[in-house]
């Protein structure tokens, strides 16, 4: 913490102390690496008594050199190899149909390696817990299945997408757990591991220094990518104008930048709007 002003410091600890489990870069703290906790979560949420977390993983970055990389919140692993994806949201857009769909396609996409057979994916959860009850239909779950449209039938391709309704918060175990996901102090929280871990980030001397080190890199790091995102943007215009001009390749141009032609030739459709 030698590189954080005192005042600066201060700040970060008032803000933490405003933080619930619906802040993601803080809920991820929570439970990064906490088996016993992400394990609690889920067996409450899927309501399921036999199940061994054996990993947990806090803002995993998925690199996807051909489209939309993604920062997951949390990564989970059980001892039956089942993956999950819980994610947190605050705002409503968060949490739409379609970023859930491609969530769950990158838990496919980053598990299967080139001559693995298709049977070899694993089952997989993707997990929105919002803070709102995004469907407006009351629903404490809201858990998505695909199915035959034509009799109702599973298509049990051993893919599931569940939304957590925050605003329930009735005297069930999903409710209480909802609660504790809303409350500022552990001390008024239902569940004492929760409690425990969350009074460790706000109250606790080496905590605190953890939380407030995380925010600061956190910071840095988004003015980084948001350098290198405009360096990025600037050398793809660079070249579009050098296709335009006669003067390079689609190709060439796609093999400089790292990307498909079919990628290349869509930026240069929309940079033509």
Same mark, same amino acid.
Do not use: W
């Given at each position: 913490?030698?590189?954080?002003?005192?005042?600066?410091?201060?700040?970060?600890?008032?803000?933490?102390?405003?933080?619930?489990?619906?802040?993601?870069?803080?809920?991820?703290?929570?439970?990064?690496?906490?088996?016993?906790?992400?394990?609690?979560?889920?067996?409450?949420?899927?309501?399921?008594?036999?199940?061994?977390?054996?990993?947990?993983?806090?803002?995993?970055?998925?690199?996807?050199?051909?489209?939309?990389?993604?920062?997951?919140?949390?990564?989970?692993?059980?001892?039956?190899?089942?993956?999950?994806?819980?994610?947190?949201?605050?705002?409503?857009?968060?949490?739409?149909?379609?970023?859930?769909?491609?969530?769950?396609?990158?838990?496919?996409?980053?598990?299967?390696?080139?001559?693995?057979?298709?049977?070899?994916?694993?089952?997989?959860?993707? +997990?929105?817990?919002?803070?709102?009850? #995004?469907?407006?239909?009351? *629903?404490? %779950?809201?858990?998505? @299945?695909?199915?035959?449209? =034509?009799?109702?039938?599973?298509?049990?391709?051993?893919?599931?997408?569940?939304?957590?309704?925050?605003?329930?918060?009735?005297?069930?175990?999903?409710?209480?757990?909802?609660?504790?996901?809303?409350?500022?102090?552990?001390?008024?929280?239902?569940?004492?591991?929760?409690?425990?871990?969350?009074?460790?980030?706000?109250?606790?001397?080496?905590?605190?220094?953890?939380?407030?080190?995380?925010?600061?890199?956190?910071?840095?790091?988004?003015?980084?990518?948001?350098?290198?995102?405009?360096?990025?943007?600037?050398?793809?215009?660079?070249?579009?104008?050098? +296709?335009?001009?006669?003067?390079?390749? #689609?190709?060439?141009?796609? *093999?400089? %930048?790292?990307?498909? @032609?079919?990628?290349?030739? =869509?930026?240069?459709?929309?940079?033509?709007?």
């Amino acid at each position: 913490m030698e590189s954080i002003s005192e005042e600066r410091r201060q700040k970060l600890i008032a803000k933490i102390q405003e933080f619930c489990l619906f802040d993601d870069d803080f809920m991820s703290k929570v439970f990064e690496d906490d088996k016993e906790a992400t394990e609690l979560l889920l067996s409450i949420i899927l309501k399921r008594t036999d199940l061994t977390v054996t990993e947990s993983k806090g803002q995993v970055s998925v690199k996807n050199l051909q489209g939309r990389s993604v920062r997951l919140d949390i990564k989970a692993k059980d001892k039956a190899g089942k993956l999950y994806n819980i994610e947190v949201q605050r705002a409503d857009g968060g949490a739409c149909e379609k970023r859930a769909r491609y969530y769950s396609a990158v838990l496919d996409t980053n598990f299967l390696l080139p001559k693995m057979d298709f049977e070899q994916l694993p089952e997989t959860y993707v +997990i929105f817990i919002t803070e709102h009850d #995004v469907f407006g239909r009351n *629903l404490p %779950l809201y858990t998505i @299945e695909r199915t035959v449209q =034509e009799d109702g039938v599973i298509f049990d391709d051993k893919a599931h997408i569940i939304y957590v309704n925050g605003e329930n918060k009735d005297d069930t175990a999903l409710g209480k757990l909802m609660q504790d996901f809303s409350c500022k102090v552990p001390e008024n929280m239902n569940y004492e591991l929760l409690a425990e871990k969350t009074k460790y980030f706000k109250q606790d001397d080496k905590g605190v220094s953890k939380m407030c080190k995380i925010m600061e890199d956190l910071r840095q790091e988004g003015r980084l990518e948001g350098r290198q995102e405009g360096r990025l943007e600037g050398k793809l215009l660079a070249y579009i104008d050098l +296709i335009k001009s006669g003067l390079l390749t #689609v190709k060439d141009a796609a *093999l400089k %930048l790292g990307m498909t @032609e079919e990628k290349l030739k =869509e930026q240069i459709r929309t940079s033509a709007i």
